[in-house]
């Protein structure tokens, strides 16, 4: 019986198309009570006073809560640096302070939502407002407000890669290359707003029903806010809507947690519910950092890379979130797949009074790989080079040494991947390298059949890109999974225990399909019983495109273990196993030298399209996308991450844009802020599933959710300059920006 | 939000609701814009919602006499479809073919669109290039009124609370003379565009004997671009022609900027080129080869 690499229907699918999945908003307790939360709706201010005697007044309301009804007020999956409620008489210094307009003041219970939101209206807040500063590099001049005057700089990480002699390399290079670079935000917009359900469970814990990203470490945090033993906590993932990275961080879950056993105490034990409406979702979680960005880059008339300079500032908004990890990401993407012996990389993350910045698909590696794809087109057509060709005499191969000093971890596939996806848009290797015929487009891009009116400029782009499997820089990471075996003669039923948050990827079905490949059996004879702290431990978070890697191992091994207790005879069968990744350690202060990650995803990108040159509008026609995934467990949800990604990368490149204004969002609504609709999606995506496998993956499996975003951007870039000559810097390529580009060129 | 659902089956049974409701029911077609400015407190709350899409006048789509009656209940995805709008009023054919997506397109009406009286809305904008009557009824009878009367500024319609759109009366199509539409926007399908333009105009030989352009926002409300017409009729549009109705059209325009749309410097810029590719297309189309 062979069910892995089959496109198994996905289990949650009849669920979630009849309507009958609960997602967190669809559940509803006996004798719930509702909350409101009052957003600080201002940048910057130090709260004076709350006074919530009106509130409390008003008939129907169960409870108000402040900053001092936080037991440990602070929380962050970093560093703990946001109090959960701002404003006074709390235990922590200056969480007095709001810091950005989504900052938390004060929560509302009431027994219907339209009470709590009249009473959440008749809160009175003293705000002092404070200067406010929203451009990182302001914000790292010495003289600027800071947000967290303990620290005394708004800085707060610089990492640094230091690699050979750059200086000297460049005095050696025949082309040099330097360009400034700006990356864009961007809000994830998944289907489902935050929302969630608290109560107290039959045995006396705080239970919460909300959608996340890791069940545990939700529990963590809420524990550690409430400064309760963790055991006393049970989070449970129903239906989740979507989370690209935006749910990693809390929203709902401390603050609900916080009203019911506030309202526990007080002798009501009551649910209670929250949904969020798409504004408060918009303000509410962390968005994609923006990135300004410098290279110098130097390469020899052979086609060597020899130097690259690069230097990232990320716009971490007005708390810590994941910001150095994405950073991390960032310094080691920069320099793209590619071995380049002089290497110099300074970056830094700073906090301002915009929006946080955090996780969200790719992590630091589409900014990363925008910069290192830039330059390296550049480079290529400053050689006269083509981009392919220039490419294969630089990438990673095995044992290459990356800037971090150390080998790139074993199954490097870029090569690979660059080959076969420009093979697909007809790149051919000739006696001198890889090159593209004069001829090539009209068979390999059908859309582009017929000539195109005279102000119609197409155009064609290729870009690489690679990015870290798991966590990194020495975070212990690992997964949990327990397999139960019953029956007599033959293996009747499984019963597979994770807590891998199911997200919308095919996680569950991923991990069902392992178990069963396994285990020998088929698969309708493997429950899957999933996201539940109450009988599962830690699989690790659904980031980092890390599940399939980390959760596969975990529910392998315990399956494996599961059969050989079965053969000898035990039943019925009971095993659990813990995966542990292979170690990875930190960034030297210094150097940067490190073992920062175990394992990589290869992918490119070619892509075709055309601009209207009097309208300024793009139409990508059609994109190729190569991705290795080491061996897909379930190849129609490959296609599924890769078209996904594509998509949700030309929305950033092309359509997405986040406004804010002196730390206002403007864009607070889906009518202001536009995402790509299905108007807007390329005729055709063509979905390269590459598969070499990844000696340190289960059955070979590579991480791959995040890999088909980040070729994106630099391949639309590419083609542009194809199409009008120009190289775009900063996107996204909204009608006026390209326009503006052109106008800049003919004068 | 509301109380009460009404669902009159005539024009006099809705208008009867509306007069005994008072200011406290609105009318609702497709509620496409209704049920965001409730949402949003752009409108102020209502008790009761009148559905006027069970009334066989408002969904009639047909010629009758010499002219094409098109329903204001009608949903833009029939309007869309319709071969006798294709035929007799491609620019609205066209407009309402390219708003929203395919699902808003399903339920959203025409009558909503003009009532709802965004000056940049496409069916509009089409409507006007087309020289629609709208037919009103209210409870001292009907009346068919030029649409550009319709306006008071943005997002206000002249139509009183007890009023209702019945439906758009167009002239039908004539030898040597077509229509066309376009708009610009981003991203496909769900916002109103950053620029639209409609024109209708007759040829004789190789002049223009009669044009109307409309474009949108031009100004605080839907209405023509009357000096580009002008510079238009009489004459062939050839490039200096074009190049002096666009200067008319900018001169007349009332262009703005929006902090997430688009600023008047493209906007500026988008409506020559509109204007050129709208007159171009209808003269082609009005010329029969
Ligand atoms: C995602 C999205 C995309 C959109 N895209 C576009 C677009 O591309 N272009 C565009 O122009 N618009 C667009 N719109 C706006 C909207 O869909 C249109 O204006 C639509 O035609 C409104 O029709 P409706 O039937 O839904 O009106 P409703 O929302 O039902 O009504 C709108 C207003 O008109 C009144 N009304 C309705 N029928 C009558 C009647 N018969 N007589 C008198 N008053 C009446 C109502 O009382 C209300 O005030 C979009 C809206 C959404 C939500």
Same mark, same amino acid.
Not at chain 1, 454 to 471: D, E, L, M, T, Y
Not at chain 2, 25 to 32: K, N, Q, W
Not at chain 2, 36 to 40: A, H
């Given at each position: *019986?062979?069910?892995?690499?089959?496109?198994?229907r996905?289990?949650?699918?009849?669920?979630?198309?009849?309507?009958?999945?609960l997602?967190?908003?669809?559940?509803?307790?006996?004798?719930?009570?509702?909350?409101k939360?009052?957003?600080?709706?201002r940048?910057?201010?130090?709260?004076?006073?709350?006074?919530?005697s009106?509130?409390?007044?008003?008939?129907?309301?169960?409870?108000?809560?402040?900053?001092?009804?936080?037991p440990?007020?602070?929380?962050?999956?970093?560093?703990? $640096?946001?109090?959960?409620l701002?404003?006074?008489?709390?235990?922590?210094?200056?969480?007095?302070?709001?810091?950005?307009?989504?900052?938390?003041?004060?929560?509302?219970?009431?027994?219907?939502?339209?009470?709590?939101?009249?009473?959440?209206?008749?809160?009175?807040?003293?705000?002092?407002?404070?200067?406010v500063?929203?451009?990182?590099?302001?914000?790292?001049?010495? $003289?600027?407000?800071?947000l967290?005057?303990?620290l005394?700089?708004?800085?707060?990480?610089h990492?640094r890669?230091?690699?050979?002699?750059?200086?000297?390399?460049f005095?050696?290079?025949?082309?040099?290359?330097?360009?400034?670079?700006?990356?864009?935000m961007?809000?994830?917009?998944?289907?489902?707003p935050? +929302?969630?359900?608290?109560?107290?469970?039959?045995?006396?814990?705080?239970?919460?029903?909300v959608?996340?990203?890791?069940?545990?470490?939700?529990?963590?945090q809420i524990?550690?806010?409430?400064?309760? #033993?963790?055991?006393?906590i049970?989070?449970?993932?129903?239906?989740?809507?979507?989370a690209?990275?935006?749910r990693?961080?809390?929203?709902?879950q401390?603050?609900?947690?916080?009203?019911?056993?506030?309202?526990?105490?007080r002798?009501?034990?009551?649910?209670?519910k929250?949904?969020?409406?798409?504004?408060?979702?918009?303000?509410?979680?962390?968005?994609?950092?923006?990135?300004?960005?410098?290279a110098?880059?130097?390469?020899?008339?052979?086609?060597?890379?020899?130097?690259?300079?690069?230097?990232?500032?990320?716009?971490?908004?007005?708390?810590?979130?994941?910001?150095?990890?994405?950073?991390?990401?960032?310094?080691i993407?920069?320099?793209g797949?590619?071995?380049?012996?002089?290497?110099?990389?300074?970056?830094?993350?700073?906090?301002?009074?915009?929006?946080?910045?955090?996780?969200?698909r790719g992590?630091?590696?589409?900014q990363?790989n925008?910069?290192?794809?830039?330059? *390296?087109?550049?480079?290529?057509?400053?050689?006269?080079?083509?981009?392919?060709?220039?490419?294969?005499?630089?990438?990673?191969?095995?044992?290459?040494?990356m800037s971090?000093?150390?080998?790139?971890?074993?199954?490097?596939?870029?090569?690979q991947?660059?080959?076969e996806?420009a093979?697909?848009a007809?790149?051919?290797?000739?006696?001198?390298?890889?090159?593209?015929?004069?001829?090539?487009d009209?068979?390999?891009?059908?859309?582009?059949?017929?000539?195109?009116?005279?102000?119609?400029?197409?155009?064609?782009?290729? +870009?690489?890109?690679?990015?870290?499997?798991?966590?990194?820089?020495?975070?212990?990471?690992?997964?949990?999974?327990?397999?139960?075996?019953?029956? $007599?003669?033959?293996?009747?039923?499984?019963?597979?225990?994770?807590?891998g948050?199911e997200?919308?990827?095919?996680?569950?079905?991923?991990?069902?399909?392992?178990?069963?490949?396994?285990?020998?059996?088929?698969?309708?004879?493997?429950? *899957?019983?999933?996201?539940?702290?109450?009988?599962?431990?830690?699989?690790?978070?659904?980031?980092a495109?890390?599940?399939?890697?980390?959760?596969?191992?975990?529910?392998?091994?315990?399956?494996?273990?599961?059969?050989?207790?079965?053969?000898?005879?035990?039943?019925?069968?009971s095993?659990?196993?813990t995966?542990k990744?292979?170690?990875?350690? #930190?960034?030297d202060?210094a150097?940067?030298?490190?073992?920062?990650?175990?394992?990589?995803?290869?992918?490119?990108?070619?892509?075709?399209?055309?601009?209207?040159?009097?309208?300024?509008?793009?139409?990508?026609?059609?994109?190729?996308?190569?991705?290795?995934?080491? =061996?897909?467990?379930?190849?129609?949800?490959?296609?599924?991450q890769?078209?996904?990604?594509?998509?949700?990368?030309?929305?950033?490149?092309?359509?997405?844009?986040?406004?804010?204004?002196?730390?206002?969002v403007?864009?607070?609504?889906?009518?202001?802020?536009?995402i790509?609709?299905?108007?807007?999606?390329?005729?055709?995506?063509?979905?390269?599933?590459?598969?070499?496998?990844?000696?340190?993956?289960?059955?070979?499996a590579r991480?791959?959710?995040?890999?088909?975003?980040?070729?994106?951007?630099p391949?639309?870039?590419?083609?542009?300059?194809?199409?009008?000559g120009?190289?775009?810097?900063?996107?996204?390529?909204?009608?006026?920006?390209?326009l503006?580009?052109?106008?800049?060129?003919?004068? | 939000?509301?109380?009460?659902?009404?669902?009159?089956?005539?024009?006099?049974?809705?208008?009867q609701?509306?007069?005994?409701?008072?200011?406290a029911?609105?009318?609702?077609?497709?509620?496409?814009d209704l049920m965001?400015?409730?949402?949003?407190g752009?409108?102020?709350?209502?008790?009761?919602?009148?559905?006027?899409?069970?009334?066989?006048e408002?969904?009639?789509?047909?010629? =009758?006499?010499?002219e094409l009656?098109?329903?204001?209940?009608?949903p833009?995805?029939?309007v869309?479809?319709?071969?006798?709008?294709?035929?007799?009023?491609?620019?609205?054919a066209?407009?309402?073919?390219?708003?929203?997506?395919?699902?808003?397109?399903?339920?959203?009406?025409l009558?909503?669109?003009?009532?709802?009286?965004?000056?940049?809305?496409?069916?509009?904008?089409?409507?006007?290039?087309?020289d629609?009557?709208?037919?009103?009824?209210?409870?001292?009878?009907r009346?068919?009124?030029?649409?550009?009367?319709?306006y008071?500024?943005?997002?206000?319609?002249?139509?009183?609370?007890?009023?209702m759109?019945?439906?758009?009366?167009?002239?039908?199509?004539?030898?040597?003379?077509?229509?066309?539409?376009?708009?610009?926007?981003?991203?496909?399908?769900?916002?109103l565009?950053?620029?639209?333009?409609?024109?209708?105009?007759?040829?004789?030989?190789?002049?223009?004997?009669?044009i109307?352009?409309?474009?949108?926002?031009f100004?605080?409300? #839907?209405?023509?671009?009357?000096?580009?017409?002008?510079?238009?009729?009489?004459?062939?549009?050839?490039?200096?022609?074009?190049?002096?109705?666009?200067?008319?059209?900018?001169?007349?325009? =009332?262009? =703005?900027?929006?902090?997430?749309?688009?600023?008047?410097?493209?906007?500026?810029?988008?409506?020559?080129?509109?204007?050129?590719?709208?007159?171009?297309?209808?003269?082609?189309?009005?010329g029969?080869?």
């Open positions: *019986m062979n069910t892995l690499g089959r496109s198994l996905r289990i949650d699918a009849a669920d979630k198309v009849t309507g009958k999945a997602f967190p908003a669809d559940i509803d307790l006996p004798n719930m009570a509702y909350m939360i009052l957003f600080a709706g940048p910057h201010a130090r709260i004076v006073s709350i006074d919530t009106a509130a409390e007044a008003l008939p129907g309301v169960l409870g108000v809560f402040t900053a001092k009804d936080v440990n007020n602070e929380y962050g999956l970093m560093e703990p $640096d946001q109090p959960v701002c404003g006074p008489g709390s235990n922590k210094p200056y969480a007095d302070r709001v810091r950005f307009v989504g900052d938390q003041v004060a929560v509302v219970v009431a027994e219907t939502e339209e009470i709590a939101a009249r009473a959440r209206d008749l809160i009175q807040v003293e705000y002092e407002d404070l200067p500063v929203t451009d990182p590099r302001e914000a790292m001049k010495p $003289d600027a407000p800071l967290h005057p303990e005394g700089t708004n800085i707060f990480t990492d890669i230091r690699k050979g002699d750059v200086e000297a390399a005095a050696q290079a025949d082309v040099i290359v330097e360009a400034e670079y700006h990356t864009p961007q809000e994830h917009a998944y289907l489902q935050e +929302a969630g359900v608290a109560f107290i469970d039959e045995e006396g814990r705080i239970a919460v029903y959608a996340g990203q890791w069940t545990h470490e939700d529990r963590e524990a550690h806010a409430l400064q309760l #033993p963790e055991d006393q049970r989070v449970i993932y129903p239906a989740i809507g979507g690209f990275g935006g990693e961080d809390m929203s709902v401390i603050v609900l947690a916080l009203a019911v056993w506030r309202l526990h105490q002798g009501v034990v009551r649910p209670v929250i949904i969020w409406s798409r504004e408060e979702s918009i303000i509410g979680h962390h968005k994609r950092h923006q990135y300004f960005m410098r110098k880059w130097g390469a020899t008339k052979e086609g060597k890379v020899i130097a690259a300079q690069v230097e990232l500032i990320a716009d971490g908004g007005a708390y810590w979130y994941t910001s150095n990890k994405v950073l991390g990401n960032a310094v993407t920069c320099t797949p590619y071995e380049i012996p002089n290497v110099w990389v300074d970056g830094y993350a700073v906090y301002t009074n915009n929006v946080p910045a955090g996780a969200f992590f630091g590696g589409p990363g925008f910069v290192a794809e830039m330059q *390296m087109n550049k480079l290529a057509e400053a050689l006269g080079m083509d981009p392919v060709e220039f490419r294969l005499r630089n990438v990673l191969r095995e044992g290459s040494l971090v000093g150390t080998p790139v971890p074993p199954g490097v596939s870029i090569a991947v660059i080959e996806t093979k697909a007809g790149w051919r290797k000739g006696p001198e390298g890889w090159y593209r015929p004069e001829d090539a009209d068979a390999i891009w059908p859309h582009w059949n017929g000539l195109p009116k005279p102000h119609i400029k197409r155009g064609i782009g290729f +870009a690489a890109g690679f990015k870290n499997v798991g966590f990194s820089f020495g975070f212990p990471e690992n997964s949990w999974a327990r397999v139960e075996l019953e029956g $007599d003669e033959e293996i009747e039923r499984a019963v597979v225990y994770i807590a948050a997200v919308g990827q095919g996680h569950h079905t991923a991990m069902l399909q392992i178990a069963a490949e396994t285990l020998g059996i088929a698969p309708e004879k493997v429950e *899957m019983r999933v996201s539940d702290t109450a009988f599962t431990e830690s699989s690790g978070s659904a980031s495109s890390r599940l399939t890697f980390m959760a596969g191992h975990a529910v392998k091994g315990a399956a494996e273990r599961a059969l050989w207790r079965w053969q000898a005879g035990e039943r019925p069968v095993v659990e196993f995966y990744a292979p170690p990875t350690t #930190p960034f202060e150097t940067g030298f490190a073992e920062p990650n175990f394992a990589y995803g290869y992918v490119a990108a070619a892509l075709a399209l055309e601009v209207d040159t009097e309208t300024g509008e793009v139409r990508v026609v059609d994109v190729i996308l190569g991705n290795d995934v080491g =061996r897909a467990v379930n190849p129609q949800q490959v296609e599924g890769i078209e996904g990604g594509v998509v949700q990368a030309l929305g950033w490149t092309l359509v997405e844009n986040f406004i804010q204004q002196d730390g206002y403007v864009t607070d609504r889906l009518s202001t802020y536009l790509p609709s299905v108007k807007d999606v390329p005729p055709r995506i063509r979905p390269l599933i590459l598969e070499y496998a990844d000696p340190r993956g289960p059955y070979g991480g791959m959710g995040e890999m088909p975003f980040l070729p994106v951007a391949a639309v870039m590419h083609a542009m300059r194809h199409a009008v120009v190289w775009y810097h900063d996107f996204p390529l909204t009608g006026e920006r390209v503006a580009g052109l106008e800049k060129a003919a004068a | 939000m509301w109380h009460t659902y009404l669902r009159p089956k005539t024009v006099e049974e809705a208008l609701m509306l007069a005994e409701a008072g200011e029911a609105v009318l609702i077609a497709g509620g496409t965001l400015d409730l949402q949003q752009r409108h102020p709350p209502v008790q009761a919602l009148v559905d006027i899409t069970e009334i066989p408002l969904r009639a789509l047909e010629i =009758r006499g010499d009656f098109v329903g204001a209940g009608v833009l995805n029939r869309a479809a319709s071969p006798l709008v294709r035929e007799h009023a491609m620019a609205l066209e407009a309402t073919s390219q708003m929203a997506g395919y699902q808003i397109r399903n339920v959203a009406t009558g909503g669109n003009v009532a709802h009286a965004l000056p940049a809305a496409d069916g509009a904008i089409a409507l006007l290039a087309l629609a009557r709208a037919e009103v009824a209210s409870p001292h009878g009346r068919r009124v030029p649409l550009a009367d319709l008071l500024g943005p997002g206000r319609s002249a139509l009183k609370h007890e009023e759109l019945v439906g758009f009366w167009l002239p039908l199509t004539r030898q040597k003379a077509a229509s066309a539409f376009r708009r610009v926007m981003r991203p496909q399908g769900v916002a565009p950053i620029l639209n333009t409609a024109v209708w105009l007759a040829r004789e030989g190789d002049r223009i004997a009669q109307r352009i409309a474009v949108g926002p100004g605080p409300v #839907p209405r023509r671009a009357t000096a580009a017409e002008s510079v238009l009729c009489g004459h062939a549009p050839d490039e200096a022609t074009l190049n002096a109705a666009v200067e008319a059209l900018l001169r007349e325009a =009332r262009f =703005r900027t929006s902090r997430y749309r688009a600023t008047e410097t493209y906007r500026r810029h988008l409506a020559g080129i509109l204007l050129r590719e709208t007159v171009g297309k209808a003269w082609q189309r009005a029969g080869e």
